[in-house]
């Protein structure tokens, strides 16, 4: 699953697509939710800050969430929510600033990617 699909989700699902075919993008803009589903792309609209979203969320044989959104109250709403009720979900965030990323790690996040030092 990948959060997001703004400018750095779109270059990241482009990679990962090439080697994983099975990628649900999720994302809050109902304008890119048309574009993808225009171009028959697996998505669906939700907001990662959003605890009952992803509650209901099925994460049924998913092996990886990545998430590009950068405000960091979401990420961790979205860490916790996930890592709660399945622990072997690798999770992947981004940060913008290096507080938060080891604060991320604190609450189990797998990896935190920091497009600044990039």
């Given at each position: 699953?990948?959060?997001?699909?703004?400018?750095?989700g779109?270059?990241?699902?482009?990679?990962?697509y090439?080697?994983?075919?099975?990628?649900l993008?999720?994302?809050?803009?109902?304008a890119?939710i048309?574009?993808?589903?225009?171009k028959?792309?697996?998505c669906?609209?939700?907001d990662?800050?959003?605890n009952?979203?992803?509650?209901?969320?099925?994460?049924?044989?998913?092996k990886?969430?990545?998430?590009?959104?950068?405000?960091f109250?979401?990420?961790?709403?979205l860490l916790?929510?996930?890592k709660?009720?399945?622990?072997?979900?690798?999770?992947i965030?981004?940060?913008?600033?290096v507080?938060?990323?080891?604060?991320?790690?604190?609450?189990?996040?797998?990896?935190?990617?920091?497009?600044?030092?990039i």
């Amino acid at each position: 699953m990948l959060f997001g699909y703004g400018k750095f989700g779109n270059n990241l699902y482009e990679t990962l697509y090439k080697r994983y075919k099975n990628i649900l993008i999720i994302d809050e803009h109902p304008a890119i939710i048309s574009h993808l589903k225009s171009k028959d792309i697996d998505c669906m609209y939700g907001d990662v800050g959003d605890n009952e979203f992803l509650d209901e969320l099925d994460v049924k044989g998913t092996k990886m969430i990545i998430s590009t959104v950068k405000k960091f109250d979401e990420n961790m709403v979205l860490l916790e929510t996930i890592k709660k009720d399945h622990p072997h979900i690798i999770v992947i965030l981004l940060s913008n600033h290096v507080q938060e990323a080891i604060k991320l790690y604190e609450q189990g996040a797998d990896y935190v990617i920091l497009p600044h030092y990039i």
